[in-house]
Nanobody, 115 residues
Framework: QVRLVESGGGLAQAGGSLRLSCAASGITTTRYAFNWHRQAPGKQRELVAAIDIGGSTAYTESVKGRFTISRDNARKTVVLQMNSLKPEATAVYYC?????????WGQGTQVTVSS
């Protein structure tokens, strides 16, 4: 059974940092790209960052230069380091693996940034 478990969310002040982790189990993570999505209240879910099997990364424009996605294949974890947080980053953040006809999601972790 594939499981993705996010952790590290919480409350931060604007300008602060949070580090989100996604622990995967039941899957050979080296075969998949990982994505972080977020969904703010009343808004559609959006892709925030992605990292492919070779370690290449991509970010939505609004977080470039402030967020960093990384992966540790040995630990089957993916980390989203979020710096210089802004109130508009407030959302539930979801870890996602998609490929080979499958689409797996974690339960999400709440990030709240106060101004």
């Amino acid at each position: 059974q594939v499981r993705l478990v996010e952790s590290g969310g919480g409350l931060a002040q604007a300008g602060g940092s949070l580090r989100l982790s996604c622990a995967a189990s039941g899957i050979t993570t080296t075969r998949y790209a990982f994505n972080w999505h977020r969904q703010a209240p009343g808004k559609q879910r959006e892709l925030v960052a992605a990292i492919d099997i070779g370690g290449s990364t991509a970010y939505t424009e609004s977080v470039k230069g402030r967020f960093t996605i990384s992966r540790d294949n040995a630990r089957k974890t993916v980390v989203l380091q979020m710096n210089s947080l802004k109130p508009e980053a407030t959302a539930v953040y979801y870890c996602n693996i998609r490929g080979f006809g499958s689409d797996y999601w974690g339960q999400g972790t709440q990030v709240t940034v106060s101004s």
